[in-house]
């Protein structure tokens, strides 16, 4: 019979955990990965478990070596990571500060929320703890409290207990990465959450990026601030029944959600008599009328295996009757060239790259090694959107840009003010103080800027036989194309937007 026997057992909470002497068979060193899994307790016969690794591999192998070594029972005990790691440390740390810690980091992720922030960083710089959240673009630093001013010991709260993917534990000087679970997602009204950790010079820093539940929403194209020319080609492209859309911009750039908004569009203009497919690494909203799924990975911090599992769903969609299929990222040759094949199958295909502008997403595919013959096939591409977003200026609180405020502009930028934007109309505003009404940033939320181009024959021939700068300046002079620069200045004559402010988030007032 086994000396391993699982009886009802009930430690007391703030007993504290005997560690093994380090020269017993049963000390687990510092770099063992056992060290953050389990941890014998020879004096009273208690093996303790880190909460949600009863079935590690690594656990059951020193269970099975307990089993063959030990005369007597013993007893497994599910605790807490942090239990775990202090009694290495001769601290006696009960579960309840577990909870305790969970509990400032919710607090953290409510406030970040009710701010309208989606990203909260949490960084440890040589004990000194730092929290700041990203709203409207921006990066703010927030105050610390009591509680909130230890960042140091929450970031390992984190890891064992609140993450569903990711490593057994927080593992300082090391990169990590993890999703939140969904039991507390569902509390914060979350539909995601990504958890990246790195070591910096003096301590680290974990991003958290939260992924907000639009599905209820009334977001459309018009809503996000693309402009009538845009909507109309947008359109256009979107009933060709064939064809590869795809759209472009830096990370934080909406792309994701400019995408939702067309799939909801496309569900109302078909009636929904079109089956849209999507696949994603998570999927972050669900539309009515759309089929959302993920990608299978058994482990998602092999980057070669997620690669596969990318290009392994793209390719069984088609096995799936799809008539749309929405691609969350083309992120590397494996995905880009599944992507492809999918879109030559006569589907309509809609996918994201991360590009400068929407001429050189063709670059940037012809890079992950999609054929040129394929690029430039205007029935195959048949939209290149680029895109950012732009701070609007708080309606309440904005300054007029009047010659008492001119001070405020460098003379290079009110140059390019005074030659492309309509000046003299009075209409053009600044930042202003902050009020009430934006939380006192001035800001009032985001607007997108965008370049649109259905791609012709004429132009996909000039990239291939002159190259990007050729075909982008064909685009604008034969075809009269509209640059991201265009539409910015259509937002700064509005009123919306700073231009100093729109400068920084997008691109010079005289760049074409």
Known sequence: MSAHEIVPFVHPVNQQIVVPDPDSNWYIPAGNVLRG?????EA????????????????????????????????????????????YSNQV?????????????IGIMKDAIKKGASDIHLIDKAGKSIIKYRINGNIITQPLTAQNNRVKQLIPTIYPSMLDVSETHHKEGEKQDGRIKKEFLSKLGLIGGRVSTTPTDVGSMMIIRLMKDNSNSDLSLVKLGYASYHLTMLRKIQRKRRGIIIFSGETGSGKTTTLECMMRELVLSTGGKKHIFTIENPPENSIDGVNHTPIQCSNFDDENEVSAAWSRSISSSLRLDPDVIVVGESRDKASAKAAFRAGMTGHQL?????????????DRLEDEGIKMSLLTNPKLITGLINQCLVPVLCPKCRVKLTEHNQNKL????????????????????????????????????????AEVIM??????????????AAARQYWLREEKGQPLSNHLIQKINAGEVDPDIAEQYACLLDEE
């Not at 079935?55 to 070594?69: G, S, T, Y």
């Not at 740390?93 to 980091?105: A, G, L, P």
């Not at 991360?354 to 001429?359: C, K, L, P, S, V």
């Open 37 to 41: 899994l389990c941890l014998f307790d």
């Open 44 to 87: 009273n016969n208690i093996l303790y478990i880190c909460e949600g690794k009863a079935q590690d591999i690594h656990v059951a192998q020193f269970m099975d070596r307990l089993d063959r070594a030990l005369t007597t029972s013993f007893t497994d005990v599910t605790v807490s990571y942090e239990r775990i790691a202090s009694a």
């Open 93 to 105: 740390v009960t579960s309840i500060d577990s909870t305790e810690n969970q509990s400032i980091v």
């Open 350 to 362: 809609y996918t994201t790259v991360h590009a400068n502008d929407a001429i050189s997403i063709l």
């Open 410 to 449: 460098e003379d290079g930028l009110l140059s390019r003010v005074k030659e492309k934007t309509q000046y003299l109309s009075g209409n053009i505003h600044l930042i202003g103080p902050g009020c009430d009404e934006c939380n006192n940033s001035g800001i009032s939320g985001r607007t997108v800027v």
């Open 455 to 468: 791609p012709s024959f004429e132009l996909l021939n000039t990239f291939k036989n002159e190259g990007n």
